[in-house]
């Protein structure tokens, strides 16, 4: 498969090295100096995966970062030179799939370019035949097997993770779901990051859906509320 991706760094050094590295390994490499730039090639191509700075002149990585995440899962790899967990924490819970402080070592850069876009690949392509086709819960309705999302007869546009939320909500209407599960089951076990991201998740359905019964168990999770079940 030729994987395209998108590179988005200031520093004409590091963007050449990582291009070079990168081009190598037989990638289609899209490289730009602002996030910017990097919005009008999210908009008029499809990448498999971004490498993003964070220190950026006008918009800056987090932004982008947040941008491409009301839209779309595509694996970010975040390198910057803020190395404060703070700054990681908030890479990661505005979307970021790793995080990599400068300096870096360029092999090790390919090799989490590679890991990210075997996990990218297998969830595109992961084999539903095991699922029920049709998930209904009130107003909501799943296709598993076409990834699809109908709220009171509309089809709502869903992001793979917010997708995944709907479907474990719905399978099991009523139950309390900690935010700990959610994570683990829509992230996977191996996610560096706090349950904050569960909250944005559930905000941003909220927001696609504005009658979804949704509800919060303070200081525990969520549920999907359904009275006829």
């Given at each position: 498969?030729?994987?395209?991706?998108?590179?988005?760094?200031?520093?004409?050094?590091?963007?050449?090295?990582?291009?070079?590295?990168?081009?190598?390994?037989?990638?289609?490499?899209?490289?730009?100096?602002?996030?910017?730039?990097?919005?009008?090639?999210?908009?008029?191509?499809?990448?498999?995966?971004?490498?993003?700075?964070?220190?950026?002149?006008?918009?800056?990585?987090?932004?982008?970062?947040?941008?491409?995440?009301?839209?779309?899962?595509?694996?970010?790899?975040?390198?910057?030179?803020?190395?404060?967990?703070?700054?990681?924490?908030?890479?990661?819970?505005?979307?970021?799939?790793?995080?990599?402080?400068?300096p870096f070592s360029p092999r090790e850069l390919v090799a989490r370019v590679k890991r990210h876009l075997k996990k990218w690949t297998a969830m595109n392509t992961f084999d539903k035949q095991g699922d029920e086709?049709?998930?209904?819960?009130?107003?909501?309705?799943?296709?598993?097997?076409?990834?699809?999302?109908?709220?009171?007869?509309?089809?709502?546009?869903?992001?793979?993770?917010?997708?995944?939320?709907?479907?474990i909500l719905a399978q099991q209407t009523n139950r309390a779901f900690s935010r700990e599960e959610l994570l683990v089951q829509v992230w996977g076990d191996d996610y560096f990051g706090s349950d904050r991201a569960?909250?944005?998740?559930?905000?941003?359905?909220?927001?696609?859906?504005?009658?979804?019964?949704?509800?919060?168990?303070?200081?525990?999770?969520?549920?999907?509320?359904?009275?006829?079940?």
């Amino acid at each position: 498969m030729d994987y395209k991706i998108g590179i988005v760094e200031d520093d004409s050094n590091i963007r050449e090295i990582v291009e070079g590295y990168l081009k190598k390994e037989g990638y289609e490499i899209h490289a730009v100096d602002s996030a910017e730039k990097a919005w009008d090639v999210f908009n008029s191509e499809s990448m498999d995966l971004w490498v993003l700075d964070i220190m950026l002149p006008g918009m800056d990585g987090y932004e982008f970062c947040k941008r491409v995440r009301q839209r779309s899962e595509v694996p970010i790899i975040i390198i910057s030179a803020k190395d404060e967990e703070v700054d990681k924490i908030l890479g990661l819970e505005l979307g970021g799939d790793d995080y990599l402080t400068k300096p870096f070592s360029p092999r090790e850069l390919v090799a989490r370019v590679k890991r990210h876009l075997k996990k990218w690949t297998a969830m595109n392509t992961f084999d539903k035949q095991g699922d029920e086709e049709r998930i209904s819960a009130g107003d909501l309705t799943l296709n598993a097997t076409q990834r699809r999302a109908y709220f009171e007869g509309i089809e709502v546009d869903t992001t793979a993770k917010e997708f995944e939320m709907l479907k474990i909500l719905a399978q099991q209407t009523n139950r309390a779901f900690s935010r700990e599960e959610l994570l683990v089951q829509v992230w996977g076990d191996d996610y560096f990051g706090s349950d904050r991201a569960v909250d944005d998740l559930v905000k941003r359905l909220r927001k696609k859906m504005k009658n979804l019964p949704i509800e919060t168990v303070w200081g525990h999770g969520y549920r999907l509320k359904d009275e006829e079940s």
